[in-house]
């Protein structure tokens, strides 16, 4: 194993840590606890293998020490999310590495999920709301608020750094170029935000219509509910009488029970549905706007030439710094990720520059 693989093991125990001293349920709190050790251990063993000196690799990068802000900031199931793409890509290295020298592939290679599942299951006091509390936050993991950040952000600047070279091009940097930007921010973002709104709504009626009807089901036949819950338990894996307990325990609390039911059978995590379509348009507003408002604001205080650079050597410092931020869930190397981030941006900025200048040419 490379020493950055050794890492990556480093960086998941030191987080796994933090989400242990942060969790206030006793029990999840000792999974994640037990899940750090396993990760440290790796990273001794490995680090063994190789004569890699410990002393120098056991600290955490600052890709983990910027996802534990992050935690602290916005809530650590974030850095669950995170750990969880890690664990994959972790896991799909570990197939790739054995494919490459033709070993056998056992499936113990998966990610650490089913680890994380099974210490939960084997706890003495495990009950049937602490082991769906920890399944929803393992969903949270496509549903990253900050990777959509970064990506509205990167979409707000590729798309619009593109459009004012185009008119850059045409113009020499000229006329027109403000006035195209701040119109593509604007058309931009109020199309970002409807879509956003438009998703987010649509969804929230069509699965709300589904819920009410689980619902009902709920309400006119408890024990058929009931014992559905015990049977997704034991599919799950948990002895039979176990997962009868689990099931009556959740019960107790028929909206508790909703919840679990809707999840488990019909794929729908109730705590997305109840975020608001508005603040989701806002939000996917605002954050177009601030990627695409960079290549424009040069164009705001002077033209020509020297607003063409300006506009280019901003969109790349913003582009570089968009390609970094995407390594938090990637684990690829920071100058690697932006400055291919970078590559791609400029690159259609100087094709949409290019179509400017003939068109200009054209015209004039």
Do not use: C
């Not at 601030?290 to 650079?309: D, E, R």
């Not at 970094?324 to 400029?346: D, K, P, Y």
């Amino acid at each position: 194993m490379q020493p950055k693989s050794i890492q990556t093991e480093i960086d998941a125990s030191y987080l796994y840590k933090k989400l242990a001293e942060k969790e206030a349920d006793p029990t999840i709190a000792n999974v994640y606890r037990q899940m750090s050790e396993i990760e440290q251990g790796h990273a001794e063993a490995f680090a063994k293998k190789q004569d890699i000196p410990l002393e120098k690799m056991m600290l955490p990068s600052w890709r983990a020490k910027t996802l534990n802000t992050i935690g602290k900031i916005f809530g650590y199931d974030y850095v669950l999310g995170a750990l969880m793409d890690t664990e994959k890509s972790i896991s799909n290295a570990i197939v790739t590495q054995k494919q490459k020298s033709n070993k056998k592939v056992t499936g113990a290679e998966n990610s650490h999920v089913n680890i994380l599942r099974t210490i939960l299951e084997k706890e003495n006091k495990v009950t049937g709301i602490q082991l769906s509390k920890f399944e929803s936050r393992h969903r949270t993991v496509g549903g990253n608020a900050i990777r959509a950040a970064v990506l509205g952000g990167n979409d707000g600047l590729v798309s619009n750094f593109s459009l004012v070279m185009g008119i850059a091009g045409a113009t020499a940097g000229q006329q027109g170029v403000l006035l195209a930007g701040l119109a593509g921010l604007l058309a931009g973002a109020l199309s970002m935000a409807l879509g956003e709104w438009i998703s987010v709504k649509s969804s929230q009626e069509l699965y709300e219509n589904q819920m009410q009807i689980e619902m009902e089901e709920l309400e006119t036949n408890p024990e058929g509910e009931m014992r559905e819950l015990a049977l997704i338990y034991i599919a799950k894996g948990i002895p039979e009488e176990q997962a009868k307990e689990m099931a009556a325990d959740i019960m107790k609390d028929k909206d508790h029970a909703h919840e679990i039911l809707v999840r488990e059978e019909l794929g729908i995590n109730a705590e997305e549905l109840r975020g608001s379509a508005f603040e989701a348009a806002i939000y996917s507003f605002i954050l177009f706007s601030i990627g695409a408002v960079i290549p424009v604001l040069p164009f705001m205080f002077t033209s020509g030439m020297k607003a063409i650079i300006m506009s280019v050597s901003f969109s790349a410092a913003g582009l570089f710094l968009i390609g970094s931020a995407i390594t938090l869930f990637t684990g690829r190397n920071v100058w690697f990720s932006g400055f291919r981030q970078v590559f791609f941006g400029l690159a259609a900025a100087a094709i949409t520059f290019g179509i400017g200048k003939i068109i200009g040419v054209t015209v004039g």
